[in-house]
């Protein structure tokens, strides 16, 4: 894991591009602290820093070259199969390191070309250049694991692992992208091409960007909406099998190391999974760690991470945390990571736990994030019966109902069932547009429902499951592509921890995506993945409620948000007012003192405003 830098000008590189990539390496030096380096000639500049974790030799550092050196690469993250990638290769290539996934990638695209692609498992973002045929290609793996941003100045394309390269070298300004703002309201993120910049881009997940001397085009390579449009007619035995295979293969993958790893541990399935199969895969010292929140005992999983590490003979780290413990953690996070508003604050929680990790002597770790995506989320049920049900509900009654005096709490919750299209409810996690066009101050023209509708509009297979389908591509493209994946990149490797997310493993992705969900939900949520733990996990951990990573919060959310809103945002001529009208913030704060029920917005606002303030 790593991050990597460049400036690409084929009519010819500028002097100074050389020190803005040197520049732009101590920007984002977090993200690899083992090594620096460069390479340059009067095309391309290219610039990486390491962090270390397969092949620790120096001979692994990048940028890094071809025998013939007719190839250069800076690669951030990880090709898990690499080693039978190289298998293929037979005595083809002559190789300089023992087993860089870095040297694999070199010598994939010289015997297969850019659709070497196809043949990687892993995270990535690649850079690499072809002197031979003068190309460029950049490349984002197929989920948008690690981000991969660039802009345009005077002909020639900047990269880079983080967007704040760019400013803290002086390369550009900074300017707020107003549309990403408004969507940032809905669904605390903004879908790529566009960043929270004006003048910055990020690369796509799944594209590789093809870059020549007669300009830059950018290429599909991957989609889930394939899989999604597959109809797959296998029994529940069938799935379960095949699923439990293509598991055991992802956590196999994903324990490929020569640093020891850790597990975030919550107690629930999918973490716990995490541990079991890292458990039968390596003999070194595993940890596992588990936050718990002095303020809060309902939620508390921290009992059963605790007794199943111990049973599973690994080293725990549990952590009980204070809120000051929290609020150091999100300062300390904020004024490392500025690319994006912190809009959910398991960020901060991510950032903590990275930190214990590391200062642990642990450079790898386990999360669990893509395991409800294989599964089915539990209000998967409910979304289709709302479907099936509001279509008998006229438009006019829709708008008659939620004028009607209900209780706050109540009108709260209504106006979220009628108000909204079906198809959006599941990912307005801030502000519905009906809300935001009340308090929003800049231009009306812009529609965050229609971002959700032309990706669920990608899904066209005729079956009776169609409507999830639909769900799930969103959850692919917008959820976790830009929200939860950048929420496990950012903190860890702010920490210069690297992340790894087993469920999100392509191949066992596209096989869940093409099953009926009258298979994967046959007795409820995530049936197939609790049927594979039943032989592998306590009885304690198989039939446990899911709880989220986010119940820690609520203690903070209800009693201290509120105070922190009102001094940053209610009691100053904070950046935000020129988005939202103040008699809106002032009316949100009131809500909240009064119910307890908007502390979630309350944050959403907050680290919004946080956040113009620290890029101001």
Request: some cysteine.
């Amino acid at each position: 894991m790593c991050g990597i830098t460049g400036a690409i000008n084929f009519k010819n590189i500028k002097e100074n591009d050389k020190e803005y990539v040197e520049k732009f390496n101590s920007s984002i030096s977090h993200r690899g602290p083992d090594a620096s380096g460069m390479w340059s000639d009067e095309n391309v500049v290219f610039g990486h820093v390491r962090l270390s974790i397969i092949d620790l030799s120096t001979g692994s550092n990048q940028p890094m070259l071809s025998h013939d050196e007719d190839i250069v690469i800076v690669f951030n993250g990880e090709i898990y199969n690499h080693e039978e990638i190289k298998k293929e290769f037979k005595d083809e290539f002559v190789f300089k390191t023992d087993h860089s996934d870095t040297e694999v990638i070199i010598y994939a695209y010289k015997k297969w070309g850019i659709e070497a692609l196809q043949k990687f498992t892993g995270m990535f973002a690649i850079a690499l250049y072809d002197k031979v045929k003068q190309k460029v290609y950049l490349v984002r793996d197929r989920f948008g694991k690690k981000p991969f941003y660039f802009t345009t100045v005077d002909d020639t394309l900047y990269f880079s692992s983080e967007n704040q390269a760019f400013f803290e070298s002086g390369l550009i300004k900074k300017e707020f992208n107003d549309e990403a703002i408004y969507h940032y309201l809905t669904f605390l993120t903004v879908p790529a091409p566009q960043t929270f910049f004006k003048n910055v881009s990020k690369i796509e997940a799944g594209y590789y960007y093809e870059i020549s001397s007669s300009g830059m085009s950018k290429h599909k390579y991957w989609d889930i909406a394939d899989y999604l449009n597959t109809k797959n007619s296998c029994s529940y035995d069938e799935a379960k099998e095949q699923t439990e295979k293509l598991l055991e293969t992802a956590m196999k993958y994903r324990n490929v190391a020569d640093v020891t790893i850790s597990i975030a541990l919550s107690g629930g399935l999918d973490s716990s999974l995490n541990l079991f199969y890292t458990k039968q895969n390596r003999s070194d010292e595993i940890s596992t760690i588990n936050i718990s929140y002095e303020k809060t005992s309902k939620f508390d999983e921290s009992v059963i991470a605790e007794k199943y590490s111990k049973e599973m003979g690994v080293k725990y780290l549990p952590n009980q945390i204070s809120e000051q413990d929290f609020i150091d953690w999100i300062e300390e996070y904020l004024s490392i990571s500025k690319d994006i508003p912190t809009g959910d604050p398991n960020t901060a929680l991510m950032y903590g736990i990275s930190k214990i990790v590391r200062e642990n002597g642990f450079k790898v770790l386990l999360v669990g994030e893509g395991g409800d995506e294989i599964g089915g989320y539990p209000i998967y049920d409910k979304l289709v019966k709302l479907d099936k049900y509001m279509k008998f509900i006229p438009e006019s009654l829709s708008r008659i109902i939620t004028k009607l005096p209900f209780p706050n709490k109540i009108k709260k919750k209504v106006n979220s069932v009628l108000e909204n299209p079906v198809y959006a409810r599941r990912f307005i996690f801030g502000f519905s547009e009906n809300q935001k066009s009340k308090f929003w101050k800049k231009n009306k023209g812009y529609d965050s429902y229609k971002i959700i509708k032309k990706i669920s509009d990608e899904i066209n297979i005729d079956s009776k499951d169609s409507f999830l389908r639909k769900v799930l591509n969103v959850e692919y493209k917008l959820r976790l592509a830009e929200l939860l994946l950048p929420r496990v990149d950012y903190p860890s490797m702010a920490a210069s921890i690297e992340a790894r997310s087993p469920f999100m493993d392509h191949t066992l992705v596209e096989y869940s995506a093409s099953l009926p969900w009258s298979i994967k939900m046959k007795h409820g949520a995530k049936t197939i993945i609790k049927d594979i733990a039943k032989d592998k996990l306590p009885e304690y951990i198989v039939n446990a409620p899911k709880v989220g990573f986010g119940m820690l919060l609520n203690p903070f959310l209800q009693d201290t948000m509120p105070v922190w809103f009102k001094n940053d945002i209610l009691d100053k001529n904070s950046p935000i007012k020129e988005y939202i009208k103040d008699e809106f913030l002032e009316d949100i704060y009131s809500k909240h003192c009064q119910s307890k029920n908007y502390g979630y917005q309350l944050w959403i606002l907050y680290s919004l405003n946080i956040w113009m303030v620290n890029n101001g």
